[in-house]
Structure formats: structure tokens, C-alpha cells
């Protein structure tokens, strides 16, 4: 077996989560030392961390700056380039898979440096289904944000920000203050994200409706309504009484499809996006709809966050501490934020899970315990992956983007922008 090291989060702004709890640090330990009594777990001390170096050093893990004796090294967010330690296999959201042009310099790094690097984001199981996310938590921080947001914007009430409570519990306490009109609600997507905003919006009482009565319908309460890909595209061609969607067709050849989202964009006064979006996809709705009088929404908490993608007012990633701007739909430009009763206030963070860092980081370990680990630890022993049932032995390798100074082969597609062509 290997010692694997937890890192100190080196990326500015600070991410205080991290890819497993103390708690979750003892279990591990006490684990693989019936197999390996010399296994350890080292620690980086940190400043920014949601738990504290004492909690880790009860929990039996080795505190120290020096993490050379490890060979597996677990962070969250990138690892900036004078930080990498060649020679190692790193675990971290690396943001490269989309051919991010800010990220370009770090692959080319940790290839020139032979380290292998494992993308959470890509892990998955053998149906192709991620295994490990931080999506429930951004959607429920993204959730609970919008509804502050529109609160504000109407001076309704005034929650707390989910960053200043302890955890989720508090958080959840602060329910209670929210008291809506009969306002409507569009929830996009089908995944985690979505799952983690409807979590929110049913904890806070709010009634939800379908797609059809969300349309057709007037209530004396507010409602929301959670829309799927199907319901707001169809195929070109086809007609809003006889329309055309299959999923895998969707995926596959998603130019062949076009959003009728503008149907909703008239009843819908707050949008929580939490929906996946393919750039080959089409956006939600244009620059040009958002001027139209009909266009009613009036606060947007964009969960996915695509620089003007599929939204096109998210002009920029917000923050945790500055977490609104509005958007002149006349101008195309961004203002002040609450400046203008014409504006649209956007919720753009794009960190969300770091909100609830306590929380998030518990249920992320437990995804990498159950998941990642036994297969990490393990791919050179495959009698004890078959013994205790772990039968997907390419799981890391197809998480694999880097290893021996080169590409891992899934990520061959890569080539020209390691190359900077």
C-alpha cells in the first residue's frame, strides 16, 4: 500500500474543503491498517482549512509540511505550478477536460513533471455515471442563494448567507424567514445539482407544480416547477403540438434540437439554472429575447455558471462575498447590483459547494471512501479488489488524464491543447 497526504489548498480565492473529514481520516486508517500497519495518512497544515490540524492529529493522521514521503496527494481545486511535486499521482478538479484556456500552462506542467493526475470530475463508474461530486452542495447553496437574492431584490427578508452559518443545519434554521407571493419558481436540469436546489425549495415549503400547469395555470402561492432538457427542446422541424425529443439523440446531436425556453421566460419570475450545458447545445434564451416586454424574469441564480453560455447576463463569475450584479438588458452591460428596478440581478458564484464547506467535504469523502480509494490503493492487488467485490478495474485509469509524461488514453483529444496549438 501507499500513504497518501492530504494538501494544503493552494488556489486564490481559498477553498476551505477538503477531500476527507478527520472523522473520515480515522475510518481510513483503521481500515487499511489491518493490512497495512505502516499506512498513514499525512497532513499539510493549512490556515483556510474547515477543520482544524488538532481534529486531524486526534484522528491519528502524521501533521506536517514535508508530504514527500506520500505518493498519493488529495486536493480539491487545481494545484497552482510552483506547488506540484513531480513524481507523484495527484487527485484534484483540474478544469482541463473542456479545454479550459486558463488551465493550459498547468497540464503541460504536470506532464513535464510526470505526475499522474486523476480528475474527480471524470471518475466514474462502468455505466459512465460520475461517482464522486460536490454537485448536491450547488445546487443547495445555489438554491437557498437565489431565494436571498430575490428576497433582497424586493426587500422581503433578509437571510443570513449560507458562508456565515456553521453548517447545513443552521442554514436550514434560516427557512423559517422566507415569505414568498405567489411568484414562480424554474428549476433546469435532472442531475445533482437540480436534485440539491429542489432539495432546498421543498424545504422551504414552496409547492411544486409540472412543467404544464407551471404554464397554464394561476396559484395563490409561490410555486416551482423542475424542467428537463425535454421539456423546453425539441427537434427543428417539429411543431410545439407534435414535438420531437430523444434523449440520446439530444446528446449526440444537440445542433439538430432548438429551446423553446422563451414559453417560460414569460411566466418565470426567479430561474435557478442548475442544468448541464453543452456549448453544442442551444442557449437558453438570447440577449435579444431578454429585451423583449414579455420576458419577465427578474433574478437569475446561475448554479452552472458558463460564461456567457446558455445565459447570456452571466457576464462573470461572482463571488462569495460580492455575490450579485445586475444585468441591463438594454445595454447588454453589467451594473451595480439592486440598481435599477429594469435590471436582472444575477447569483453567479462558482463555488458554491465552499459555502458549506463542513457539509460538502463529509458527503465528497464519503464518495472517495466507498468509490475511489480501494481502487487507488489496490490497483496492484487485484485478489483483494476481487475479494471484497470491487469489479470495475479501469476506474481510475479512465480518470486517468496524465501518467508517464504523456496523455493517459481517454484524454488522447487533449493533444493539440497540451500543445498550445
Known amino acids: 500500500m501507499q500513504k497518501i497526504a492530504i494538501i494544503r489548498e493552494g488556489k486564490t480565492p481559498p477553498d476551505r474543503r477538503v477531500a476527507l473529514t478527520p472523522t473520515q481520516c480515522k475510518e481510513v486508517l483503521d481500515k487499511y491498517r489491518t493490512v497495512d500497519k505502516d499506512f498513514e495518512i499525512l497532513v499539510q497544515p493549512s490556515p ?17 509540511e514535508d508530504i514527500n514521503e506520500a505518493s498519493i496527494l488529495l486536493g480539491v481545486k487545481e494545484v497552482p505550478k510552483p506547488q506540484l511535486i513531480p513524481n507523484k499521482t495527484y487527485l484534484f478538479f483540474s478544469h482541463t ?27 466514474t463508474n462502468a455505466a459512465g455515471q460520475r461517482v464522486i461530486a ?15 437574492t430575490y428576497g433582497k431584490r424586493f426587500g422581503l427578508f433578509d437571510l443570513k448567507s449560507a458562508n456565515e452559518c456553521f453548517d447545513m443545519d443552521e442554514m436550514w434554521s434560516e427557512f423559517e424567514k422566507v415569505k414568498l407571493p405567489n411568484i414562480k419558481i424554474a428549476v433546469t436540469g435532472g442531475g445533482r445539482v437540480a436534485k ?6 421543498k424545504g422551504m415549503k414552496i409547492k411544486e407544480v409540472s412543467p404544464e400547469d407551471y404554464l397554464s395555470k394561476e396559484f395563490d402561492e409561490a410555486v416551482f416547477t423542475q424542467l428537463r432538457s425535454k421539456d423546453y427542446h425539441f427537434k427543428k422541424g417539429s411543431s410545439k403540438e407534435n414535438k420531437e425529443f430523444e434523449l440520446r439523440d439530444f446528446y449526440d446531436n444537440a445542433t ?48 452552472t455558471c458558463d460564461i456567457e453560455g446558455s445565459i447570456p447576463s452571466t457576464k462573470r463569475p461572482s463571488t462569495i462575498a460580492e455575490p450579485h450584479y445586475d444585468y441591463n438588458a438594454e445595454t447588454e452591460s453589467e451594473e451595480k ?6 435590471n436582472i440581478t444575477v447569483m453567479a458564484v462558482d463555488n458554491l ?17 466507498d468509490q475511489v480509494l480501494p481502487y487507488l490503493l489496490f490497483e496492484d492487488n487485484p485478489h483483494y479488489l476481487k475479494e471484497h467485490n470491487f469489479t470495475d478495474g479501469k476506474r481510475i485509469s479512465r480518470a486517468t488524464i496524465a501518467k ?3 496523455l493517459g488514453e481517454d484524454f488522447e483529444y487533449l493533444r493539440d491543447y497540451l500543445e498550445g496549438k
Not at 440539491?196 to 425549495?201: D, K, M, P, T
Open 48 to 64: 483556510i482549512r474547515c477543520f482544524s490540524e488538532e481534529e486531524y492529529e486526534k484522528a491519528g493522521c502524521r501533521i506536517t
Open 97 to 123: 477536460i473542456k479545454k479550459q484556456p486558463y488551465n493550459q500552462d498547468l497540464l503541460e506542467k504536470i506532464v513535464e513533471s510526470n505526475i499522474r493526475l486523476i480528475d474527480y470530475e471524470v471518475l
Open 134 to 148: 460536490f454537485g448536491r452542495y450547488a445546487g443547495i447553496v445555489g438554491a437557498y442563494n437565489g431565494i436571498l
Open 196 to 201: 440539491g436546489s429542489v432539495e432546498v425549495l
Open 256 to 303: 439538430n434540437y432548438e429551446s423553446h425556453f422563451s414559453d417560460f421566460t414569460q411566466k418565470t419570475d426567479l430561474l435557478i439554472a442548475a442544468a448541464y450545458w453543452n456549448p453544442k447545445s442551444p442557449v437558453l434564451f438570447t440577449k435579444e429575447e431578454m429585451k423583449q416586454h414579455d420576458f419577465k424574469i427578474k433574478v437569475i441564480a446561475d448554479i
Open 337 to 342: 447590483p439592486f440598481s435599477d428596478e429594469k
Open 353 to 369: 459547494p465552499c459555502e458549506l464547506p463542513r457539509n460538502a467535504s463529509k458527503d465528497f469523502g464519503r464518495e472517495l471512501i
Open 404 to 406: 508517464n509524461k504523456d
